[in-house]
């Protein structure tokens, strides 16, 4: 049987009624840009994610562009980030002229490493941006009370988390802004590129929406230099339909990998991340490297970990892609993410050459690693269980020859 990675048609087909009909109210309505759908899509994330402001944007990378313009973060100053994540993150303060300065990250949760967050600190530190990468937040009360104490604004990028919590509290709404993208793979997927910028300070929504539309309030009177960061109505009228659903989308993600779980553990060599690890590098398949095979994620208790990926640890040389290619030749889609840290990325080489760059001072041990081990395995909300009983299938079989 055939299990791809991601499957987008089951969803949106058995929408395409409520679709066609989100399309023809939009080119009935002669508002293409902005408009009233795009107002009523960003109350109904404002309420999803319990904040004061929501504006839709053109893409989730956009959204952090226009958070890092926001803030005022530009040449001279240093924006630290996750090394371990998508290139979104660190090309961003790149393009505003900033410099990104990468920090390792926790093997367990696969998110910042704060105590290596803090070590890479400057003067010229302007602000942190975590990523709660894959669907579960990375631990903000720390990490908010080390940016309150070196006077750091934080920007959550939550493009894989949109409506994950963090000891009950939604992500996005913790920091000064939140990030999210409703690209076609992610929880909650547009038909196209679109993505949210969230904050409660009302001062800064302002500026963003200003600067969303060239800087200018009224049309053609410009008081910033800002960007065209605008989402289309039409996307933001499909994203209405699928956001009733959202929770339930969200639950089959859950149940996907509570089940993966429940049917890997006993597999001999198969360990579940520990949570009490967090932080503690590379705890995890080290002094027992020969027993254990293979390294399940995990939600932490405080966490609602959304799934976004179920992304398994391989340990060892060239097993991670052993495995992977055991599974498609048996038709199973996997991704890596990442296989290459934002930090070994030849664009980013003058960041970490510089004589004083905290980039450059300090190793990157857990992102190394984890791009050699991780893969992620089919988790999408439609998944069947004769598909997930295949994969396992897969695995078993690759542990037992």
Same mark, same amino acid.
């Given at each position: 049987?055939?299990?791809?990675?991601?499957?987008?048609?089951?969803?949106?087909?058995?929408?395409?009624?409520?679709?066609?009909?989100?399309?023809?109210?939009?080119?009935?309505?002669?508002?293409?840009?902005?408009?009233?759908?795009?107002?009523?899509?960003?109350?109904?994330?404002?309420?999803?994610?319990?904040?004061?402001?929501?504006?839709?944007?053109?893409?989730?990378?956009?959204?952090?562009?226009?958070?890092?313009?926001?803030? @005022?973060?530009?040449?001279?100053?240093?924006?630290?980030?996750?090394?371990?994540?998508?290139?979104?993150?660190?090309?961003?303060?790149?393009?505003?002229?900033? #410099?990104?300065?990468?920090?390792?990250?926790?093997?367990?949760?696969?998110?910042?490493?704060?105590?290596?967050?803090?070590?890479?600190?400057?003067?010229? #530190?302007?602000?942190?941006?975590?990523?709660?990468?894959?669907?579960?937040?990375?631990?903000?009360?720390?990490?908010?009370?080390?940016?309150?104490?070196?006077?750091?604004?934080?920007?959550?990028?939550?493009?894989?988390?949109?409506?994950?919590?963090?000891?009950?509290?939604?992500?996005?709404?913790? @920091?000064?802004?939140?990030?999210?993208?409703?690209?076609?793979?992610?929880?909650?997927?547009?038909?196209?590129?679109?993505?949210?910028?969230?904050?409660?300070?009302?001062?800064?929504?302002?500026?963003?929406?200003?600067?969303?539309?060239?800087?200018?309030?009224?049309?053609?009177?410009?008081?910033?230099?800002?960007?065209?960061?605008?989402?289309?109505?039409?996307?933001?009228?499909?994203?209405?339909?699928?956001?009733?659903?959202?929770?339930?989308? #969200?639950?089959?993600?859950?149940?996907?990998?509570?089940?993966?779980?429940? /049917?890997?553990?006993?597999?001999?060599?198969?360990?579940?991340?520990?949570?009490?690890?967090?932080?503690?590098?590379?705890?995890?398949?080290?002094?027992?490297?020969?027993?254990?095979?293979?390294?399940?994620?995990?939600?932490?208790?405080?966490?609602?970990?959304?799934?976004?990926?179920? #992304?398994?640890?391989?340990?060892?040389?060239?097993?991670?892609?052993?495995?992977?290619?055991?599974? /498609?030749?048996?038709?199973?889609?996997?991704?890596?993410?990442?296989?290459?840290?934002?930090?070994?990325?030849?664009? &980013?080489?003058?960041?970490?050459?510089?004589?004083?760059?905290?980039?450059?001072? &300090?190793?990157?041990?857990?992102?190394?690693?984890?791009?050699?081990?991780?893969?992620?395995?089919?988790?999408?909300?439609?998944?069947?269980?004769?598909?997930?009983?295949?994969?396992?299938?897969?695995?078993?079989?690759?542990?037992?020859?």
């Amino acid at each position: 049987m055939s299990v791809p990675l991601l499957d987008l048609k089951p969803q949106n087909l058995a929408l395409e009624r409520e679709l066609t009909e989100a399309f023809q109210r939009v080119l009935r309505s002669g508002h293409y840009i902005l408009g009233p759908e795009l107002e009523r899509f960003e109350a109904d994330m404002a309420r999803l994610l319990g904040v004061r402001h929501a504006l839709g944007v053109s893409s989730g990378t956009d959204a952090i562009l226009l958070a890092l313009m926001s803030l @005022g973060i530009g040449p001279g100053d240093e924006v630290i980030a996750p090394s371990f994540t998508f290139f979104a993150t660190g090309g961003c303060v790149s393009r505003v002229g900033a #410099t990104p300065v990468f920090a390792d990250v926790c093997p367990i949760c696969f998110n910042l490493d704060l105590a290596d967050v803090a070590r890479r600190i400057t003067p010229r #530190t302007k602000a942190i941006l975590p990523v709660h990468l894959f669907g579960q937040a990375a631990d903000m009360d720390p990490l908010l009370a080390l940016a309150a104490q070196h006077g750091l604004q934080v920007i959550e990028d939550g493009a894989q988390a949109l409506g994950a919590t963090y000891r009950g509290r939604a992500v996005g709404g913790l @920091g000064a802004f939140g990030t999210f993208s409703f690209f076609p793979s992610k929880n909650l997927g547009a038909l196209g590129d679109a993505g949210l910028l969230v904050t409660n300070d009302e001062t800064l929504a302002q500026k963003a929406a200003l600067l969303r539309l060239h800087g200018a309030k009224p049309k053609y009177y410009h008081h910033l230099i800002g960007a065209n960061f605008r989402m289309d109505a039409l996307q933001a009228a499909f994203l209405s339909v699928k956001t009733v659903r959202y929770a339930e989308y #969200t639950e089959a993600r859950c149940r996907n990998a509570s089940d993966y779980t429940a /049917q890997l553990t006993p597999l001999p060599g198969v360990q579940v991340a520990d949570p009490a690890q967090c932080g503690c590098s590379l705890s995890v398949g080290d002094s027992k490297a020969s027993e254990v095979r293979l390294v399940l994620p995990v939600a932490y208790p405080h966490n609602q970990h959304i799934w976004n990926q179920y #992304t398994i640890r391989v340990p060892g040389p060239g097993r991670r892609d052993a495995l992977r290619a055991h599974l /498609q030749a048996k038709g199973i889609g996997t991704e890596i993410y990442y296989p290459v840290p934002l930090h070994a990325q030849p664009c &980013f080489a003058r960041e970490l050459a510089l004589p004083d760059s905290p980039s450059g001072k &300090f190793p990157f041990p857990v992102s190394d690693r984890l791009a050699q081990e991780v893969v992620s395995l089919p988790i999408y909300p439609e998944l069947t269980e004769s598909q997930r009983a295949e994969v396992v299938a897969g695995i078993r079989e690759f542990l037992a020859g």
